[in-house]
């Protein structure tokens, strides 16, 4: 009898508890190394309630952290694997602008580590900038460089063709299954409201939901989950801001000297349409966000408005479309990729910060290998949990 026709009677190596971009190339991964492998995710899959759904992301290798410029090297050739796999375009080239005031530190910083990587990168002095894209207005003392690597990746797309891949090496997925409790063991054992599942080894990837899922083993982490509006605008000449024009993404960084940035992608996935959104959002439960567009709490879109006004004359100050995501915010903005502290055969994947979707083929492959026992490609110092004081409850 084939394994997966009777989930709950087989052992499995490794169970994923959640099947966003990272639980799925975990389990992708887990399945590359013949590994017995369940993913389970609460909603009926494709959903848009976690943070990997939604046409398109921005890659990149343009980081101030030399660490996150180095795995995206892999990232890129593992992603063009998938290309290949799944027989499916999920990357398009578009290079990405970085603009800031010239001295603002991330953006110096960022430039130095794309040189120290052999990164294509290429400074815009304002002269050549308002000539090469007549249609943003920098302001003075405003630089640009582009990072050549940088694009679209097409996230919807890329979630199925993971999860397609994943299931054609064998891999299990069951969806519309919440997991509503873990019992830690040599043998773990999850529960869901259908079944009672085993395997030798956990990874839990829940997104904004990590710490629901995390409390009851005792581990309380400093995550904080941010609803995200997803804004589009409308182009005043359809097209000018368009993928085909060569516009690329761009990321503004800290906007008038605020800790605040903005991020864009050409119009592509809705014709005459360019999102335009801020790296951060509103403080929000998972099961508890979906408050009515009026609300106060909506200093984002505001924030958005005056700068779209500011920056692209080309397009109509107001959101045409705005749709929701979210974000799971550690402190420092690095991920958690570890071990429980107590239970080695549990492995963590959380606290992704808004910038995880283009690295999720190298903290796929880095769940594995921490969930597999081997040592990780990568050094994990910046992924610890142990970063984080007060991690354990007291009752552990
Ligand atoms: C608006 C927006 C723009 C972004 N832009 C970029 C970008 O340009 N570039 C980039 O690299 N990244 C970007 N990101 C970040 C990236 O999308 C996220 O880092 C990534 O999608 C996180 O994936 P995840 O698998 O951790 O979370 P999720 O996709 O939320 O997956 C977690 C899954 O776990 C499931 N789950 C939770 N609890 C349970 C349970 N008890 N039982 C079963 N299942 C459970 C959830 O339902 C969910 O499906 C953006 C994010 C947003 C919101």
New binding site residues.
């Given amino acids: 009898m084939a394994e997966h026709s009777n989930p709950g009677r087989t052992v499995y190596d490794t169970i994923v508890?959640?099947?966003?971009?990272?639980?799925s190339f975990t389990a992708y991964h887990l399945a590359k190394n013949g590994k017995k492998t369940l993913l389970?995710?609460?909603?009926l899959l494709p959903?848009s309630?976690?943070?990997?759904h939604?046409q398109t992301?921005?890659?990149r290798k343009a980081y101030v952290e030399d660490f996150y410029t180095k795995m995206m090297a892999e990232c890129y050739q593992l992603w063009a694997q998938l290309e290949q796999e799944s027989n499916t375009e999920l990357c398009r080239q578009t290079g990405l602008l970085l603009i800031s005031a010239e001295q603002d530190p991330d953006f110096q910083a960022t430039w130095k580590t794309l040189g120290a990587n052999q990164v294509p990168r290429e400074y815009l002095a304002p002269d050549q900038f308002r000539k090469r894209f007549p249609g943003v207005t920098l302001k003075p003392g405003e630089a640009a460089f582009n990072d050549h690597s940088g694009g679209v990746?097409y996230?919807d797309k890329a979630l199925k063709a993971v999860q397609d891949c994943f299931r054609r090496m064998g891999g299990t997925i069951r969806d519309g299954?919440?997991?509503?409790e873990i019992r830690p063991g040599e043998e773990v054992m999850v529960k869901?409201p259908s079944l009672v599942y085993r395997a030798k080894s956990l990874v839990i990837?829940?997104?904004?939901?990590a710490s629901?899922?995390l409390r009851p083993l005792g581990l309380k982490l400093p995550l904080q989950t941010l609803g995200?509006n997803?804004c589009y605008w409308k182009e005043k000449v359809p097209g000018a801001y368009g993928v085909t024009h060569k516009f690329p993404c761009f990321i503004v960084i800290n906007v008038n000297g605020s800790k605040h940035s903005v991020?864009g992608l050409p119009s592509n996935e809705y014709p005459g349409l360019i999102k335009i959104?801020c790296h951060s959002g509103n403080s929000v439960d998972p099961d508890v966000r979906d408050v009515p567009l009026q609300s106060p709490t909506l200093h984002d879109i505001q924030l958005l408005r005056d700068f779209v006004r500011t920056y692209f004359p080309g397009l109509e100050p107001e959101p045409a479309i705005v749709e929701r995501?979210?974000?799971?915010n550690t402190p420092d903005e690095n991920f958690i990729l570890d071990r429980h502290p107590h239970f080695k055969n549990i492995v963590l994947?959380?606290g992704?910060?808004?910038?995880?979707?283009?690295?999720?083929p190298v903290v796929g492959k880095l769940l594995c290998e921490l969930s597999m026992g081997k040592e990780p490609s990568y050094s994990m110092e910046p992924f610890r949990v142990a970063r984080f004081p007060n991690k354990l409850q007291a009752s552990l």
């Fill in positions: 508890v959640g099947a966003g971009i990272q639980g389970l995710e609460q909603f959903h309630r976690g943070s990997s939604g992301r921005i890659i990746l996230a299954e919440k997991v509503t869901t990837t829940a997104g904004p939901w629901k899922v995200i997803v991020y959104c995501c979210m974000y799971t994947g959380a992704f910060s808004g910038h995880g979707f283009k690295l999720s």
